[in-house]
């Protein structure tokens, strides 16, 4: 069965830096694109980055672009999110997203989050 497990949240001050990882398996993780959401407190789930299959082309939400850098490891089925200049805002539960097409379907799957507290 699919499993997307995420690492890495913690408690930083803000200016600080973190890295989460997203360890995939279960599928072709090199076919899937991957992703990073977060949802704060009663906010809705926003997409941080993707990073896409073959080349690896990335997008980020506009909030994190220069600070954040998503990256992906084929060999070992794992994504990760380099995030620097942590902020307050930055506060949230941070999830790993996996998408493939296989089966002449869309499947899509989610991690179950780690915590990111950015506070002094």
């Known amino acids: 069965q699919v499993q997307l497990v995420e690492s890495g949240g913690g408690l930083v001050q803000p200016g600080g830096s973190l890295r989460l990882s997203c360890a995939a398996s279960?599928?072709?993780?090199?076919?899937?694109?991957m992703s990073w959401y977060r949802q704060a407190p009663g906010k809705e789930r926003e997409l941080v980055a993707t990073?896409?299959?073959?080349?690896?082309?990335?997008n980020y939400a506009d909030s994190v672009k220069g600070r954040f850098t998503i990256s992906r490891d084929n060999a070992k089925n794992t994504m990760y999110l380099q995030m620097n200049g942590l902020k307050p805002e930055d506060t949230a539960v941070y999830y790993c997203?996996?998408?493939?097409?296989?089966?002449?379907?869309?499947?899509?799957?989610w991690g179950q989050g780690t915590q990111v507290t950015v506070s002094s």
């Open positions: 997203d996996a998408q493939y097409w296989a089966e002449f379907r869309l499947h899509r799957y």
């Open positions: 279960g599928f072709t993780f090199s076919s899937a694109a």
């Open positions: 990073i896409r299959t073959g080349g690896g082309g990335t």
